[in-house]
C-alpha cells in the first residue's frame, strides 16, 4: 500500500514537473523566420531565452514559394516575424500580412540604415563588356527560343526543370509533399477544408490578387524597396556581415518592445554576438585578401552584398534570371566570353542542377565549385550564420587559388 502511495506521489509530482516546463515553454516569446540565415542569427541572439522556428521548406529558394497550413498557424501564434522582405519573398506577403498585425513583423530590408545594393543589370560584368547587350533583345530572342523548346521537347522541358532544381523542390514549395513533416496528413486534409481566407495567398500567379498584394503593401510603404530609377534592390543583403550586426540590433529591440523582462539577458548576449561577428569578418577579410583580380562566374547573381564585402569581383552570372535557363544563344555568348577573359572558376548551387556548367566547360580549363547564399542542409543552432559565411569564403578560395 505504501508503495502504490510513494508511486501516486512520484507520478503527480512528475507530471507537476511536466506542466511547470511546458507552461514555461509556453510562455517564451515565438518567433518565426523565413530563410535559414535568419533563423541562425535569430537563434544566436536569444538562446533558451525564446523559441525560434522556420517556415517550411526554408532551405529551399525563396522565390516563389507558397506556404502551407502549419505555416500559416505559426504566423497566428508568433510573437515575432522576421522576413527579409517584399523584394525576395513577394509570394508570402498576402498571407503574411493577412494572419500577423504589422508592429509584429521585422522586415529587414526596412532597417533604418541598412546597406543596400541594386541589382546588377545583365549577366556579364566584365570590364568593357556592353551591360544594354547583354539585357537587350538578344535575351529576350533566348527566352522565346526556350520557352518555344520546352513546350516542343519533352526533353527540354525535363531539362528546365532539372535546372532550377523543380524536380526536388517544386512539390515541396507548393505545400504536396512535405518529406516528412509529422503533420503532412492533417495539411492536406486542411488545405481542402480550410478557409479560403487562410490560403488566399497560395495563388501567386493570379493577376486580381497581385494587384491587391502590391496595393496593400503601398499602404504599408514598402515603395522605398526601390532606387530613384526604379530598380529594385539586391535582397540578399544577409550577406554582409555589417547588415547581419543591424539585423541582430533590430532583433534585439524588437523583442524588448514585446518582453521587456528579457532585457537584460538579450543585451548580454547580443554583446557577445557583435563581437562573434566582428570577428568573423576580420578572419573572411583575411581568408580572401588578394582575391579581387581573379575572374570567376557564379550561377546567378546572389553574392553581390560578400563581394562587396571583401573585394572581389566576378565577371557574371550563368542566370539572368532563377526561374529561367538560358538559351542557346546566351550559352554561347557566355563560352565566348569565358574563353577571352580569363575565367577561372564558375560556382554551381545545390538547389540548381549543374548541367548547364558542364556545357560551358567544355574544351576550357574552366574549374567548377559550390556557393550557397541560403545554407541548404545547414544543421540549426546558434552557428548557422557562421556555417554559412565561412562555407563561402571557403569555396570561393578553394576554387580561385588552385
Keep these: ?42 537563434e544566436a541572439l536569444v538562446g533558451d531565452l525564446a ?52 508592429d509584429h513583423i521585422l522586415t529587414l530590408e526596412e532597417i533604418r540604415g541598412i546597406h543596400l545594393l541594386e541589382i546588377r543589370e545583365g549577366g556579364v560584368w566584365g570590364e568593357g563588356h556592353n551591360h544594354d547587350h547583354d539585357h537587350g533583345h538578344g535575351d529576350h530572342d533566348d527566352h522565346a527560343e526556350e520557352k518555344h523548346d520546352d513546350h516542343g521537347h519533352e526533353d527540354h522541358a525535363e531539362e528546365h526543370h532539372d535546372e532550377h532544381g523543380h524536380d526536388d523542390h517544386a512539390h515541396e514549395e507548393h505545400g504536396h509533399d512535405d518529406h516528412g513533416h509529422e503533420d503532412h496528413a492533417h495539411d492536406e486534409k486542411e488545405h481542402k477544408d480550410h478557409d479560403h481566407a487562410e490560403h488566399e495567398g497560395h495563388d501567386d500567379h493570379d493577376h486580381e490578387k497581385h494587384a491587391e498584394h502590391e ?14 530609377d526604379g530598380h529594385a534592390h539586391d535582397p540578399h543583403l544577409w550577406l554582409s556581415v555589417k547588415n547581419a550586426k543591424m539585423m541582430v540590433d533590430a532583433m534585439e529591440a524588437q523583442l524588448v518592445a514585446h518582453s521587456p523582462e528579457l532585457k537584460d539577458g538579450l543585451a548580454e548576449r547580443k554583446t557577445a554576438l557583435i563581437a562573434k561577428l566582428e570577428q568573423l569578418d576580420q578572419d573572411l577579410s583575411a581568408q580572401l585578401a588578394g582575391l579581387g583580380d581573379v575572374s570567376y562566374l557564379v550561377f546567378h547573381d546572389a553574392y553581390q552584398y560578400f563581394e562587396d564585402s571583401y573585394g572581389l569581383k566576378p565577371a557574371g552570372a550563368v542566370l539572368l534570371d532563377p526561374e529561367r535557363k538560358p538559351g542557346a544563344k546566351r550559352l554561347s555568348e557566355l563560352r565566348e566570353f569565358v574563353e577571352h577573359n580569363n575565367v577561372k572558376c564558375v560556382f554551381t548551387e545545390p538547389q540548381f542542377k549543374p548541367k548547364l556548367v558542364k556545357v ?7 574549374k567548377t565549385g559550390e556557393l550557397d547564399p ?26 580561385l587559388t588552385k
Design 360 to 366: 560551358l566547360q567544355e574544351d576550357t580549363n574552366l
Design 215 to 228: 496595393e496593400h503593401h503601398d499602404e504599408h510603404g514598402h515603395e522605398e524597396h526601390f532606387s530613384g
Design 374 to 399: 541560403i545554407g541548404f542542409g545547414l544543421e540549426t543552432g546558434g552557428n548557422q550564420y557562421f556555417e554559412l559565411m565561412q562555407n563561402l569564403s571557403t569555396s570561393l578560395k578553394g576554387c
Design 51 to 102: 523559441e525560434v522556428q522556420p517556415l517550411s521548406n526554408s532551405g529551399a529558394t525563396p522565390h516563389g514559394r507558397t506556404l502551407k497550413p502549419s505555416d500559416v498557424r505559426k504566423l497566428t501564434k508568433a510573437d515575432m516575424v522576421v522576413q527579409v522582405g517584399p523584394v525576395l519573398e513577394s509570394s508570402i506577403q498576402k498571407v503574411l500580412h493577412s494572419n500577423v498585425e504589422d
Design 1 to 42: 500500500m505504501m508503495q502504490k502511495q510513494f508511486m501516486a506521489a512520484l507520478a503527480a509530482g512528475l507530471l507537476s514537473s511536466s506542466m511547470l516546463s511546458s507552461a514555461y515553454a509556453a510562455d517564451k516569446p515565438l518567433i518565426v523566420t523565413t530563410i535559414p540565415p535568419i533563423q541562425g542569427l535569430a
